[in-house]
């Protein structure tokens, strides 16, 4: 059954130390999985899309399975707070 994907930019803090990293919650209906932002980036990328390609990059089973569904369904995704049709996104699934 066809369900939206929701990647949400996040940053970690560990409450311990205080050592921050960035990544991405990646979730759907029936899972969810965190890809962290590469170490060679200091920040999380301000383009949804580009967001969304490091996402499509993550070699973590979970996000990946869930983006499969995206494509497999032609569902919207949520980046953040805004909806990507299908449409908007399909370009990128075609590499």
Same mark, same amino acid.
């Given at each position: 059954?066809?369900?939206?994907?929701?990647?949400?930019?996040?940053?970690?803090?560990?409450?311990?130390? %205080?050592?921050?990293?960035? %990544?991405?919650?990646?979730?759907?209906?029936?899972?969810? %999985?965190?890809?962290? #932002?590469?170490?060679?980036?200091?920040?999380?990328?301000?383009?949804? #899309?580009?967001? #969304?390609?490091?996402?499509?990059?993550?070699?973590?089973?979970?996000?990946?399975?869930?983006?499969?569904?995206?494509?497999?369904?032609?569902?919207?995704?949520?980046? %953040?707070?805004?909806?990507?049709?299908?449409?908007?996104?399909?370009?990128?699934?075609?590499?």
């Amino acid at each position: 059954m066809p369900n939206q994907a929701f990647i949400i930019p996040t940053k970690f803090e560990n409450i311990r130390n %205080g050592k921050v990293n960035y %990544g991405f919650r990646v979730f759907d209906d029936y899972a969810e %999985g965190i890809v962290w #932002l590469p170490y060679d980036m200091e920040k999380i990328p301000e383009d949804d #899309l580009e967001c #969304l390609q490091l996402v499509m990059n993550s070699e973590d089973e979970i996000p990946i399975s869930i983006l499969d569904h995206v494509l497999e369904y032609e569902t919207p995704a949520i980046i %953040g707070d805004v909806t990507y049709s299908w449409d908007q996104i399909k370009h990128l699934f075609e590499d």
